[in-house]
């Protein structure tokens, strides 16, 4: 069959790509495994840095590196830092140190060995951070035209002699770190910082304030996902990445004080978003409390009418099934399960408790746990579902990309109106997944007998 034809290559690939990682993990010197693993093909540059005199120094600063940055380090570049490295300050925790002062990374710039060539550059100069920011701010010009994603690495901006802010920022961090003075970028929105009396502070002094975010009690919205943060600067919106726990629904943020914007959206599963917008003017030393209001939707707002790719299917009695989608026996909710997994153990269990509503709805339902074994297991308190054997990597990947949800966040539930049209999706689990299946079935199923659909709520990106 054509879906075999296309499962048997990619079964294919992955057993070879997996095969090919674990032949970088080799037996070497004990505590170097992990770091080999991380390394895959880039492990001879990596070893041969390790592999000099001061062992124990080189391995802590190959530590402060990411897995992205061992398949990519080269020795030469390792070699310049470790050469450089200055020496740590009896007021400086050693943890701050190695992760702040030590580190060849600073932002998202390509590594470079700027250590050594920065430090030359510093030969004869003198003062702290701020007149560093001072004189860089005379030497370096704006560019004429950039692209504005690409961070300039250290060495780069001061040979062009012109670089735009972020790399600016950026090659003041290394300067600092040269000179041996922990610095980073801020999380909030990258600006420079560098570590004195016990904490961070900002390279250029500015007011501060506070921004206070409620939320719904028992809600917890991703930042990134459900809300985001903006403060307006001389070259327009910066969007932030504020860092901060939520407690008793509520998110206490110091930024600098300015002119912020919170916007919340609520994706609906055809792509488009229900967006709200609120503006405020946070004044230096105030405290401004900004509640996230989520847009309302009725319940057929989560209704959708994607085609479906077939999904053949064997039963628990070896019966095939040439397509899951397209039985013609009615409406389908199909679920792809990871037996055992937190998430997937909830779906099923909030679905345990509202089996009722979608058998009077008619909705058949059917599971598809990974793996031959855990078929049999599935069922479990759901009374009237069918567990199938799927090609269950290959389909999950399919059709989650055929209806814009996440491959790699099972579980993934699809319902289906039994002629190869999906009326609703979802992948992850959040609680309240289970009652909003329920009502979209409701609201696309209208002329079954069903529960009433409820007052309307939030779309599936609500937490």
């Given at each position: 069959?054509?879906?075999?034809?296309?499962?048997?290559?990619?079964?294919?690939?992955?057993?070879?790509?997996?095969?090919?990682i674990?032949?970088?993990?080799?037996p070497?010197?004990?505590?170097?495994?992990?770091?080999?693993?991380?390394?895959?093909g880039?492990?001879?540059?990596?070893?041969?840095?390790?592999?000099?005199?001061?062992?124990?120094?080189?391995?802590?600063?190959?530590?402060?590196?990411?897995?992205?940055?061992?398949?990519?380090?080269?020795?030469?570049?390792?070699?310049?830092h470790?050469?450089?490295?200055?020496?740590?300050?009896?007021?400086?925790?050693?943890?701050?140190?190695?992760?702040?002062?030590?580190?060849?990374?600073?932002?998202?710039?390509?590594?470079?060995?700027?250590?050594?060539?920065?430090?030359?550059?510093?030969?004869?100069?003198t003062?702290?951070?701020?007149?560093?920011?001072?004189?860089?701010?005379?030497?370096?010009?704006?560019?004429?035209?950039?692209?504005a994603?690409?961070?300039?690495p250290?060495?780069?901006?001061?040979?062009?002699?012109?670089?735009?802010?972020?790399?600016?920022?950026?090659?003041?961090?290394?300067?600092?770190?040269?000179?041996?003075?922990?610095?980073?970028?801020?999380?909030?929105?990258?600006?420079?910082?560098?570590?004195?009396?016990?904490?961070?502070?900002?390279?250029?002094?500015?007011?501060?304030?506070?921004?206070?975010?409620?939320?719904?009690?028992?809600?917890?919205?991703?930042?990134?996902?459900?809300?985001?943060?903006?403060?307006?600067?001389?070259?327009?919106?910066?969007?932030?990445?504020?860092?901060?726990?939520?407690?008793?629904?509520?998110?206490?943020?110091?930024?600098?004080?300015?002119?912020?914007?919170?916007?919340?959206?609520?994706?609906?599963?055809?792509?488009?978003?229900?967006?709200?917008?609120?503006?405020?003017?946070?004044?230096?030393?105030?405290?401004?409390?900004?509640?996230?209001?989520?847009?309302?939707?009725?319940?057929?707002?989560?209704?959708t009418?994607?085609?479906?790719?077939?999904?053949?299917?064997?039963?628990?009695?070896?019966a095939?099934?040439?397509?899951?989608?397209?039985?013609?026996?009615?409406?389908?909710?199909?679920?792809?399960?990871?037996?055992?997994?937190?998430?997937?153990?909830?779906?099923?269990?909030?679905?345990?408790?509202?089996?009722?509503?979608?058998?009077?709805?008619?909705?058949?339902?059917l599971?598809?746990?990974?793996?031959?074994?855990?078929?049999?297991?599935?069922?479990?308190?759901?009374d009237?579902?069918?567990?199938?054997?799927?090609?269950?990597?290959?389909?999950?990947?399919?059709?989650?990309?055929?209806?814009?949800?996440?491959?790699?966040?099972?579980?993934?539930?699809?319902?289906?109106?039994?002629?190869?049209?999906?009326?609703?999706?979802?992948?992850?689990?959040?609680?309240?997944?289970?009652?909003?299946?329920?009502?979209?079935?409701?609201?696309?199923?209208?002329?079954?007998?069903?529960?009433?659909?409820?007052?309307?709520?939030?779309?599936?990106?609500?937490?």
């Amino acid at each position: 069959q054509p879906h075999a034809r296309r499962a048997a290559p990619l079964r294919r690939g992955r057993a070879l790509r997996a095969a090919r990682i674990a032949g970088y993990s080799r037996p070497g010197r004990q505590g170097w495994e992990d770091l080999r693993r991380k390394a895959r093909g880039n492990w001879g540059e990596v070893s041969a840095f390790l592999g000099g005199p001061d062992g124990a120094r080189r391995e802590r600063l190959v530590r402060t590196l990411t897995d992205k940055d061992l398949r990519d380090a080269a020795a030469g570049t390792l070699e310049d830092h470790f050469a450089h490295l200055p020496p740590r300050r009896a007021d400086v925790p050693e943890e701050v140190y190695w992760a702040y002062a030590a580190c060849p990374r600073i932002g998202l710039e390509r590594l470079t060995p700027w250590r050594g060539a920065l430090a030359g550059w510093l030969e004869g100069r003198t003062g702290g951070p701020s007149r560093l920011r001072r004189e860089l701010g005379e030497l370096l010009s704006a560019p004429g035209e950039d692209y504005a994603p690409l961070w300039l690495p250290p060495c780069a901006a001061l040979k062009a002699g012109a670089c735009d802010e972020k790399s600016r920022a950026l090659l003041l961090t290394a300067l600092l770190r040269a000179q041996g003075i922990p610095a980073r970028l801020r999380p909030l929105d990258g600006a420079p910082e560098y570590w004195e009396n016990g904490g961070f502070r900002p390279v250029e002094p500015e007011p501060a304030a506070v921004l206070r975010l409620t939320c719904p009690a028992g809600e917890m919205p991703r930042q990134g996902v459900d809300w985001g943060l903006s403060r307006q600067t001389a070259e327009g919106w910066q969007t932030l990445a504020p860092e901060g726990a939520w407690r008793d629904g509520a998110l206490r943020l110091a930024v600098p004080a300015g002119r912020y914007r919170v916007v919340t959206t609520v994706r609906l599963p055809g792509g488009d978003q229900l967006a709200a917008r609120r503006e405020v003017v946070l004044p230096p030393g105030a405290e401004r409390t900004v509640p996230l209001r989520l847009r309302t939707l009725a319940a057929s707002d989560l209704l959708t009418a994607q085609a479906l790719p077939a999904v053949p299917a064997r039963t628990a009695d070896g019966a095939a099934i040439p397509d899951l989608f397209r039985m013609g026996r009615g409406p389908v909710l199909a679920l792809w399960l990871e037996a055992g997994d937190e998430p997937s153990e909830h779906l099923l269990g909030e679905l345990a408790e509202r089996r009722d509503g979608l058998a009077a709805l008619g909705v058949e339902l059917l599971l598809l746990p990974r793996g031959r074994e855990s078929a049999g297991r599935a069922p479990g308190r759901l009374d009237g579902a069918r567990a199938l054997t799927i090609d269950w990597a290959y389909d999950l990947e399919a059709v989650a990309r055929c209806l814009g949800r996440d491959p790699d966040s099972p579980p993934l539930a699809v319902l289906c109106d039994g002629a190869g049209t999906a009326l609703y999706s979802d992948s992850g689990y959040r609680v309240g997944s289970a009652e909003l299946l329920l009502r979209a079935a409701g609201a696309a199923l209208p002329g079954r007998k069903g529960p009433p659909a409820g007052p309307p709520g939030h779309s599936e990106n609500t937490p």
